[in-house]
């Protein structure tokens, strides 16, 4: 009769754990690249102007 051999406990909890902590840092990447190139790419370097950005003709502001 052949038995098959049990598994460790410590072995079971270790690759749980290894899974577990691999789907959640692919998931932590995939959301910081979601939230990086999601959101609008505004030049730092140049703001947008507004209305009260813009100098008066006449000088007065």
């Known amino acids: 009769m052949i038995r098959s051999p049990?598994?460790?406990p410590l072995?079971?909890?270790l690759s749980w754990a290894w899974v577990l902590g691999t789907v959640a840092g692919l998931a932590a990447v995939g959301l910081l690249a979601h939230t990086e190139y999601s959101s609008g790419q505004n030049p730092l370097a140049q703001?947008?102007?507004?209305?009260e950005d813009v100098p008066r003709?006449?000088?007065s502001g």
């Open 47 to 51: 703001p947008k102007l507004s209305v």
């Open 11 to 13: 072995e079971t909890a």
């Open 6 to 8: 049990l598994s460790d």
């Open 57 to 59: 003709a006449d000088g």
